[in-house]
């Protein structure tokens, strides 16, 4: 099949502007334009200047947690998946068992036993409370980055499983027979081509996670979620601050997919 037909193809799915405007879909949106008509109308707003730059810290924070677990779980899930592909049998067992563990409780429990329980050891040992790691771990940050890591990690591990487990063997018989290294062929072949495979469920994966970042506000980190708990208790209302919050996060959901699909654009799919 040639680019040509294939770009013809891609032209003729796309979707006119007749079949965009359907007449259960301009019910929708006039729906949706009253909707927020009268949120903005009839609802108090008065409180959002006076509370805006705290909003702006919970998101940067929100963000920070989000962008700085799903990195460090990802590079966490890529060996977790390869060795339960190709390590030995301890290695295999050992990772197996920590997806199971992560996966199969609750993430709330998790962060607490961290905070709560390995947090409240530190301070009975004055060798940790004298060294220089005492002003970050009696902080709440660190705890929070520790669970939200670990649990994406899980995730992300079963799915990179997959994806190292779905590469063609042709394509690394072919990288051996051409006589590259184990790590030329890992870093060229097969980690790109298993990233590829696994990026559209790790876009949900990180979707997910954005939405799990609120759980840190219950260790007293405060994200968007614990900067709206505050606005409530100051000003007595209900749904205006969680109205916005579910617009922050569709908002930076929206980004993340876009995102990601962008992402998808620019790889190569040839053979996938």
């Known amino acids: 099949m040639t680019e040509q037909t294939v770009s013809a193809m891609a032209l003729t799915e796309l979707p006119s502007k007749q079949s965009f405007f359907k007449p259960h ?5 006039a729906i949706a334009a009253i909707f927020v008509f009268c949120v903005i ?16 810290h919970g998101v940067g924070v929100t963000l920070l947690m989000l962008f700085a677990t799903s990195i460090l779980g990802f590079f966490l899930a890529v060996p977790i ?9 301890p290695l295999k067992m050992l990772a197996k068992g920590f997806c199971t563990i992560i996966r199969g409780t609750p993430l ?10 390995l947090g409240s050891l ?15 771990l009696r902080e709440a940050w660190p705890y929070g980055v520790a669970a939200l890591t670990l649990s994406f990690a899980a995730y992300e591990g079963e799915v990179m ?31 790109p081509r298993a990233v590829y495979r696994a990026l559209p469920t790790l876009n949900g994966e990180t979707v997910l996670q954005l939405k799990s970042t609120p759980l840190v506000a219950t260790i007293t980190v405060i994200d968007a979620y614990a900067v709206i708990s505050k606005v409530r208790q100051a000003t007595y209302l209900t749904y205006e601050p969680l109205l916005l919050l579910a617009l922050i996060y569709l908002c930076l ?17 040839r053979g996938a």
Do not use: C, D, H, N
Request: aromatic share 22%; net charge positive.
């Open 41 to 56: 109308w009839f609802m108090r707003w008065e409180w959002v200047p006076k509370y805006s730059g705290a909003l702006a």
């Open 81 to 89: 998946g390869l060795v339960q592909v190709t390590g030995p049998w």
């Open 25 to 29: 879909r301009i019910v929708l949106m």
């Open 122 to 136: 530190f301070p009975q040992f004055p060798g940790i409370r004298s060294s220089f790691l005492w002003p970050y």
């Open 108 to 117: 709330l429990l998790q962060l607490w036993l961290l905070y709560y329980g």
């Open 253 to 269: 959901t929206a980004i993340l997919v876009v995102a990601f699909r962008y992402f998808e654009s620019k790889i190569p799919s």
């Open 161 to 191: 499983r997959g994806a190292f487990a779905g590469v063609p063997p042709g394509e690394l018989e072919a990288a051996r027979a051409y006589g590259m290294s184990p790590f030329t062929m890992f870093r060229r072949i097969w980690l």
